[in-house]
């Protein structure tokens, strides 16, 4: 693969943490993470093999689009973002509380 570590690096942004990436991650061995807006699938799994040292089954990606909010009389739109469900190979985890 021609990927630069560097590239690596920066595709991955957090892990997300909610009710619903919770439940996931205990029913199918799936983990969530934001990641850059221009990030592939390939990357993302490249990434998530460098960073964490697990091997990856698949992942899924998908674009979150970006709320409208109101602040008093102004109107403003948080920024869209992407997400991806990294399927990791059965007998695999990443523990989050360790790597802080």
């Known amino acids: 693969m021609g990927m630069n ?3 690596l690096m920066q595709v991955i942004l957090a892990p997300v943490v909610s ?3 919770t439940l996931v991650a205990d029913k199918n061995e799936q983990v969530v993470f934001k990641v850059a807006t221009d990030a592939t699938k390939p990357e993302v799994k ?3 093999e460098l960073l964490f040292n697990v091997k990856v089954d698949s992942v899924q990606i998908l674009n979150v689009k970006g709320k409208v909010k109101r602040f ?3 109107i403003g ?8 469900y990294v399927c990791l ?8 509380s360790a790597a802080q």
């Open 5 to 7: 570590q560097e590239r």
């Open 19 to 21: 009710e619903k990436s």
């Open 46 to 48: 490249a990434a998530v």
């Open 72 to 74: 008093g009389r102004f």
């Open 77 to 84: 739109r948080r920024s869209d973002w992407k997400k991806a």
């Open 89 to 96: 190979t059965p007998g695999q985890e990443i523990d989050f």
